[in-house]
Nanobody, 120 residues
Framework: QVQLVESGGGLVQAGGSLRLSCAVS????????MGWYRQAPGKQRELVAR???????NYADSVKGRFTISRDNAENTVYLQMNSLKPEDTAVYFC??????????????WGKGTLVTVSS
């Protein structure tokens, strides 16, 4: 099995910062892309940021210049530094990994999510 455990969510005032972490463990042997998605109430899940194994990144237009994604390959961990948070950033944030694991092969793997609430 592959486990993704997110941490770092919480309540913050507008303009504040949070740092999300996602630790990947279990039977995953190869990790390719790692990313963060979010889902606000009544809305579809959307990509926030993504980073490849080579370090290339892409961001949703709404977070460019405010959020930074990074990864520690030795620790199988991906981070999302969120600055200048806005109330519209309020959502459940999900960690996503695309990789290869024993038995299940190549697949997308998801964490259970961590809630970020930004108050105005």
């Amino acid at each position: 099995q592959v486990q993704l455990v997110e941490s770092g969510g919480g309540l913050v005032q507008a303009g504040g910062s949070l740092r999300l972490s996602c630790a990947v463990s279990g039977s995953i042997a190869i990790i390719n892309a790692m990313g963060w998605y979010r889902q606000a109430p009544g809305k579809q899940r959307e990509l926030v940021a993504r980073i490849t194994s080579g370090g290339s990144t892409n961001y949703a237009d709404s977070v460019k210049g405010r959020f930074t994604i990074s990864r520690d390959n030795a620790e199988n961990t991906v981070y999302l530094q969120m600055n200048s948070l806005k109330p519209e950033d309020t959502a459940v944030y999900f960690c996503n990994v695309y990789g290869w694991a024993f038995k299940s092969g190549s697949a997308d793997y998801w964490g259970k999510g961590t809630l970020v609430t930004v108050s105005s």
